[in-house]
């Protein structure tokens, strides 16, 4: 049995305690804007918080996570407002996707905004250098100049 | 390219009450399904492309896939201008993967001499056979959406519909044609005030006489084309709905994980899965030809008992076969033969003995995989005899006959689910459709949803890749180091024919092609020939611009006197680069330009060495002459997306084969340039007002020979090979920028 909070519905799942979170997300949830890319915490678009940190779920196992609260880009706008957004139901961050006009096939960009989203939680006002250790998720069709702008727009100071 | 507009406007049948007038890429006959099959209600579909609704709303069906290109967006813009559509009220929709949408007609509009499109002769060669399937396709590929299906299908579809419902309204109101406007999806009669919204004569336009030949705006009456407008697709990729192939899913939904043969060719001999068999979840072991499926109730499971599973393939005459042991092939063939024209111009071979100096460089690239995002991957629901089909491809009505054809079923009895594409750079292509048939197979076998997923490591291993090709050039120089001759050979197969074609004055060229056949599979990789291509003579163009000790730029310029458009984005990309001006302290700029898919794209990158003599791309300036833009800002982001995906290509890319097999695992055997790793990149669109030429592909090709011709002047070494990252550059001698 694994026990965990997804976007703030509690779960208790019949499952192996070494099944990553991601499949737990996607197969047993049925949650599927949290990605796959490549199994082995490369890539980054399987991303989400864990107890607000990024965390690669892919390698994941449940049994690491067990009672935590997890956050999926689902219910990112909510969790990132503290109670239900107004319409459109977006976060800063996926706002500023759109403005930006980030994403392109879209595949890597959940996990790409879980991982600009936790940055920004935790240094409002990152360097280009910080900008670069923080967001290292893999998109093929390459966005990165856009999410770099995006990220930019969105520094405090 | 000529297409005859009238023979494609369509004159209504009326069939339920509906009819349907308008532009198609397809037979007549199938619309007047569309209007039986689709038409509901009050609706009515004035084209294929287009629907009016009584209230007024418009609803644009794109027949492409929407793989990050924004060609949804860009598809209906060009519709909706022509149209006078209220854009804020236009709907955009994929059309459904039925025939009647089948755009393998008007992807034909470019095909090549047998009537198939050049971006497939690769694949398909050209048996008759797949010669008949292209006309039942719905292509994405080829940086042709735009180019065709929207600058014929769409903005004629628009210009036709708008001419009917303005034709009319004149009948209505009893006055001519000539005194009435459109705006905003109405109809206006200025002299007596009156109005009419589409949406009200859309019935009666149905059943009007349509235009031979609709009047096309210039582009100064353009009103939504030409401006950067916001892609439709982009919302749900924000916040997590948008729905991808492997996103499919259901209670009952069953997975399937596959072990594929190792060496291509080769056959399943045994199979022991029987401490496979008893893990939790697992339903079933899947033997099939070629591989070995874990079928469970979860992919995870499916996976971890599938490396329980201890399977036996048989052995071939490529079971030895390495990486160095096919280059060392192509370079024995180089040697022994002398291929078949490519081009042929004056007598090189002549010029050549005659010369006062020759130089000559060996070039060469590895294979390569597509590797988009998200991993391949195919579901498929057999109940008797129907089918249901979720799979994200660049062919949608394509793979629908391809999985009807494996399961023994009618192509009208699979049903396509439309899903946003993860990225397809070619993987996605029609032919390329290794785990589409298995995951069919294994499907077949049950009456729930199975859903095969390729691993990453399966992705990489059992792809079709972008050829590995070398090729071989001399050039020859007389006394006063004016360049004689051009002599190239090189590995083929062509897939795109003119890729190794150079727009350089020289007067005396010979190119050929040899065999270059092996057993490793291939298909277009994004840009196709021009990506192994324009690294090859876009460097030895460098060479011999050094060998006469000429400024590479100013060389490639004086070269190019009958190639205007050529000069133009140089000259922009250049001169917005700082070219010939200071430079940081050990930064140099490298060029090159290359004309492909009807584009012509300069870029200059501006590199450095770190600490670790590793090459640091900092800048990218690139300058694109694509006719015109209809979406401005996605055509800087194409162009963004073409360069990191060359530079990802030059930087790290290579297919290693051992033993036969590719031995690439996950992404850190397969590196790709990161944020950290990208360089600012400075688009300019040169908007000379030809025709308008593709988006997706044509940035990539030249970006490999600006960032090396960098490194030549930052080092002295001249890259012949990639990837970059197998070079050492740490015993460097600059070059004197001349």
């Known amino acids: ?157 | 390219m000529k297409i005859n507009r009238r023979r494609f406007i369509l004159t209504g049948a009326v069939v339920g009450g509906g009819v349907l007038i308008g532009y198609s890429a397809t037979r007549p006959s199938r619309h007047r399904r569309a209007n039986s099959d689709l038409v509901q209600g009050q609706e009515r579909y004035i084209t294929s492309f287009i629907k009016i609704e009584p209230n007024n709303a418009i609803t644009i069906y794109v027949p492409h896939s929407e793989m990050g290109q924004g060609i949804h967006t860009a598809l209906s813009m060009m519709a909706a201008d022509e149209l006078d559509a209220n854009w804020e009220e236009v709907n955009i929709e994929q059309a459904p993967a039925i025939d009647l949408f089948a755009n393998g007609d008007l992807v034909k509009g470019f095909a090549g001499e047998f009537g198939v499109p050049n971006f497939l002769m690769g694949l398909v060669g050209a048996s008759a056979f797949a010669v008949a399937e292209i006309g039942n396709l719905q292509i994405t590929g080829g940086s042709s959406s735009v180019r065709y299906t929207g600058e014929y299908g769409m903005r004629t579809a628009g210009a036709a519909a708008r001419e009917l419902l303005m034709e009319t309204a004149a009948v209505r109101w009893g006055v001519p044609v000539s005194e009435l406007t459109t705006e905003l999806s109405h109809v206006h009669h200025n002299a007596s005030g009156r109005s009419y919204s589409y949406g009200q004569l859309a019935a009666q336009a149905a059943v009007m006489e349509p235009p031979e030949n609709p009047t096309l705006k210039d582009r100064s009456e353009f009103k939504i084309m030409g401006k950067a407008i916001s892609r439709n697709d982009i919302p749900p990729k924000v916040d997590g709905s948008a729905f991808y192939g492997l996103d499919a899913h259901s209670d009952d939904m069953l997975y399937a994980a596959i072990q594929m043969a190792p060496v291509f060719g080769t056959k399943l001999v045994s199979v022991d899965a029987r401490e496979a068999r008893a893990q939790r979840g697992v339903k079933k072991i899947v033997q099939l030809e070629d591989s070995v499926a874990v079928v469970a109730d979860s992919y995870w499971r499916a996976k971890e008992a599938l490396k329980l599973v201890k399977a036996e393939f048989s052995s071939s005459e490529y079971d030895s076969v390495s990486s160095a042991d096919i280059a060392a092939r192509f370079d024995r063939e180089l040697a022994a033969s002398n291929g078949s024209k490519d081009k042929e111009v004056g007598d090189a071979e002549a010029a050549m003995e005659s010369a006062a100096d020759i130089i000559e460089g060996n070039y060469r690239v590895p294979y390569l995989a597509h590797a988009p995002m998200e991993p391949m991957n195919c579901t498929v629901h057999i109940q008797g005899d129907k089918a249901d089909l979720w799979t994200s491809t660049q062919d949608a009505l394509g793979i629908k006959g391809r999985v009807a054809k494996i399961a023994g079923l009618g192509e009208d009895d699979v049903t396509f689910h439309q899903t946003y594409c993860g990225g397809g750079f070619g993987r996605r292509l029609p032919f390329n459709w290794n785990m589409i048939d298995h995951a069919t197979l294994i499907a077949k076998q049950f009456d729930v949803p199975v859903k095969t997923i390729f691993s990453r490591e399966d992705d990489m291993q059992q792809d079709y890749y972008r050829p590995a090709v070398s090729s071989n050039f001399k050039a020859a120089f007389d006394a006063n180091n004016n360049v004689l001759a051009w002599h190239n050979r090189f590995t083929g197969p062509i897939q795109v024919p003119g890729a190794s074609h150079i727009p350089y004055a020289i007067e005396n060229q010979s190119i050929r092609v040899v065999d270059g056949d092996t057993h490793v599979p291939i298909a277009a990789w994004r840009s196709v020939d021009h990506s192994q291509q324009t690294f090859f003579t876009e460097s030895f163009m460098d060479e011999i611009a050094h060998r006469a000790g000429r400024n590479p730029y100013q060389f490639r310029m004086d070269m190019l006197q009958e190639h205007p458009r050529h000069r133009k984005v140089l000259e922009v990309a250049a001169e917005a680069a700082g070219y010939g001006r200071n430079l940081p302290e050990g930064h140099a700029l490298g060029i090159a330009v290359q004309e492909s898919f009807g584009s012509i794209v300069a870029e200059v990158a501006e590199v450095s060495m770190d600490a670790n003599n590793k090459p640091v791309v900092h800048k990218v300036t690139c300058a694109i002459d694509c006719g015109w833009a209809v979406n401005p800002d996605t055509v800087e982001q194409q162009v963004e997306s073409g360069i990191i995906f060359g530079l990802t290509a030059a930087m790290y890319g290579e297919i290693k084969i051992e033993n036969g097999r590719v031995a690439n695992g996950n992404f850190p055997d397969y590196e790709m340039v990161r944020l950290a790793t990208t360089p600012d990149i400075d688009v300019h669109i040169v908007e000379s007002g030809h025709e308008l030429g593709g988006l997706g592909e044509p940035a990539t090709p030249p970006i490999a020979a600006a960032v090396t011709n960098a490194i030549y002047i930052l080092t002295g070494q001249r890259v012949r090979e990639l990837p970059l990252s197998k070079h050492d550059f740490s015993r460097s001698t600059p070059v004197a920028q001349v």
């Open chain 1, 1 to 157: 049995m694994a026990t965990f909070k997804v976007n703030g519905v509690e779960h208790t799942l019949d499952i192996e305690p070494e099944m990553p979170l991601l499949w737990a997300i996607r197969d047993e949830l049925g949650m599927t804007g949290t990605k796959f890319g490549c199994g082995i915490a490369s890539c980054g678009a399987c991303t989400v918080h864990v107890d607000g940190r990024a965390v690669r779920s892919c390698v994941t196992p449940v049994s690491a996570i067990e009672g935590a609260n997890i956050t999926t880009i689902e219910g990112l706008a909510v969790a990132a407002a503290g109670t239900n957004p107004a319409p459109p139901n977006l976060s800063a961050v996926q706002q500023a996707w759109i403005d930006h006009q980030v994403p392109q096939c879209g595949y890597c960009q959940s996990g790409m905004i879980m991982a600009a989203s936790a940055l920004l939680a935790t240094n409002p006002n990152p360097s280009d250098a910080e900008i670069d250790a923080g967001i290292t998720n893999v998109c093929r069709c390459g966005s990165y100049p856009r999410v770099r702008k995006a990220i930019r727009s969105l520094a405090t100071a």
